[in-house]
């Protein structure tokens, strides 16, 4: 690596004080130039590695590089791809750590009891879906997100996104998911106790869908963990600065969603596919 420093910069500085200041000898340097070049026996995997970091919108880490070359597929482990990593200056995105306060649980409307009581497995013979608020930071004022994801395929299934928080921000992002899911009926629906949650109006709209409503125990995000954990790599992948318009956030996260978390993006908890493929898969099941 030393000699192939100085040949990189011996244009700029003489070799003698390059291989002076690198604590290497000029005859070692000039027998460098002169051996044969050895092919890059990780040439295909660098290739491989970059067009999937990039297609991660930069955003993967190893765990994620790994599985998505092993899927292609390259005999890869840990160290062999951290040590490229390294080499080709590739980095993922570290998990957001601040997530805004938006549930108002002070009020005095009927809560339900925790009927999903934490079966967030993706086996669970129960189907759920999870839902949850979060705000996005933009030039022109806070933008407020409300999502619906299916316990057992993580797939965003619906979404809505509001200049305020009024009361029909679930609701919408509710019919959204429960029109592109063509209608099922028998499902959990959890959430926190947030008044938007517990409001007549959205309380009415789930039993008229034949779902059974859900809840965390007050201030415990625990209980709804999927939603909190979707929230955190949104903010990590996509949401993570201030836009610098609501119709431009309004455009990434629609992209984010339909362009790259359900379609591509690996999922841990699905066997490190994305959501749509698992979805498909299950439907495929006799």
């Given amino acids: 690596m030393r000699y192939a420093f100085v040949a990189k ?3 700029q500085f003489p070799v003698r004080l390059l291989c002076r200041v690198l604590g290497v000898s000029a005859s070692g340097f000039y027998d460098y130039l002169n051996r044969p070049v050895r092919p890059d026996p990780d040439k295909q995997i ?11 919108r930069s955003t993967y880490g190893r ?6 070359l092993r899927q292609i597929p390259h005999r890869v482990g840990h160290k062999r791809v951290t040590r490229l990593m390294h080499e080709e200056g590739i980095h993922g995105k570290p998990k957001a750590r601040f997530r805004p306060q938006t549930t108002d649980s002070r009020h005095f409307q009927p809560v339900a009891r925790n009927v999903l009581d934490r079966q967030f497995s993706v086996q669970s013979a129960n189907p759920a879906w999870v839902s949850d608020i979060t705000y996005i930071s933009t030039r022109e004022g806070w933008l407020y997100l409300a999502v ?12 809505s996104l509001a200049d305020r928080m009024p009361d029909d921000l679930v ?16 499902v959990v629906f959890h959430s926190d106790q947030g008044r938007q949650y517990t409001s007549s109006k959205f309380r009415q ?18 209980d709804n963990a999927v939603a909190e954990s979707f929230f955190a790599t949104l903010k990590k992948e996509e949401a993570s600065g201030v836009y610098q318009s609501k119709r431009l956030a309004y455009g990434a996260i629609a992209s984010y969603i339909h362009g790259f978390y359900n379609s591509s993006r690996l999922h841990s908890a699905l066997g490190y596919r994305s959501p749509n493929a698992y979805a498909k898969g299950l439907k495929q099941k006799p």
């Fill in 9 to 11: 910069e011996r244009a």
């Fill in 46 to 56: 660098r290739i491989d590695l970059r067009r999937i970091h990039a297609a991660s």
């Fill in 63 to 68: 765990p994620r590089l790994v599985e998505a």
């Fill in 148 to 159: 619906v994801l299916s316990i057992q395929t993580r797939q965003v299934l619906g979404y």
């Fill in 171 to 186: 609701e919408r992002a509710f019919i959204n998911a429960w029109n592109a899911s063509l209608g099922p009926s028998g």
């Fill in 205 to 222: 709209a789930l039993a008229e869908k034949g779902f059974t409503q859900s809840m965390s125990r007050k201030g415990n995000c625990w």
